[in-house]
């Protein structure tokens, strides 16, 4: 289990930062020097995100097309500290696993939940919502390598996560999942909750949330 394995080597880290980094990804020779530069104005960071460039197998990364993660903010700073709304999750995000992370928030957030898939857009979520001081740095800093695999597949995979992460925030955004509909590419069945009825659905169908979820 990715998430798992994740934590328990991060929970070992004694730096100041680290960063995820997965085997389709590659830093640029700056990114560390970049980030850190950023880190410690203003009121300090938490979580230190860039753009990247993405690349077919068929490119070279040179090739690729830069992604802005916060297309609507300028680039003419250094840096801009970004909050994300909670509504900025609600159907998934594009904020990376490879990005600058203090390694105290880290611990201090729980780490991935290794039960949901795409573990770091969970993760992001509850960051953001625990008050993260995230700064952005309008430069891509590092290159995605973008499969070819089949786009039905990559449906799926969002489908579960979504499914997953409503589940266990339901509280926040009242999406409710058709429960007799099975998760697949082509029918993601979703009903909306009003804030006055959410605590007798979760009552009714997500028992395992009374209490708090994780």
């Known amino acids: 289990n990715w998430g798992s394995k994740a934590n328990d080597i991060i929970g070992a880290v004694r730096a100041k930062w680290l960063a995820v980094l997965h085997d389709d990804d590659r830093l640029h020779p700056e990114f560390a020097a970049r980030c850190l530069e950023v880190s410690e104005r203003g009121d300090g960071a938490d979580v230190i995100v860039t753009d990247r460039r993405m690349f077919y197998d068929s490119q070279s990364p040179e090739q690729g097309q830069v992604f802005r993660e916060f297309a609507s903010v300028g680039t003419e700073n250094a840096y801009y500290v970004v909050k994300p709304p909670a509504d900025f999750f609600r159907f998934g995000c594009t ?110 169908h997500y028992p395992e949330l009374i209490g708090g979820a994780r």
């Open 95 to 204: 904020l990376p696993a490879t990005c600058l992370i203090r390694t105290d928030w880290w611990k201090e957030t729980g780490g991935f939940d290794p039960t949901m898939p795409q573990q770091d857009t969970e993760w992001h979520y509850r960051s953001a919502m625990a008050g993260a001081r995230m700064h952005y740095v309008p430069a891509p800093l590092w290159d995605y390598r973008k499969h070819e695999e089949n786009p039905e597949e990559r449906t799926l995979v969002r489908s579960r996560f979504l499914h997953a992460f409503h589940r266990k925030h339901f509280p926040q955004f009242g999406l409710a999942f058709d429960q007799s509909v099975e998760v697949s590419p082509r029918h993601i069945a979703v009903g909306y909750v009003p804030p006055e009825y959410r605590e007798q659905y979760i009552e009714d």
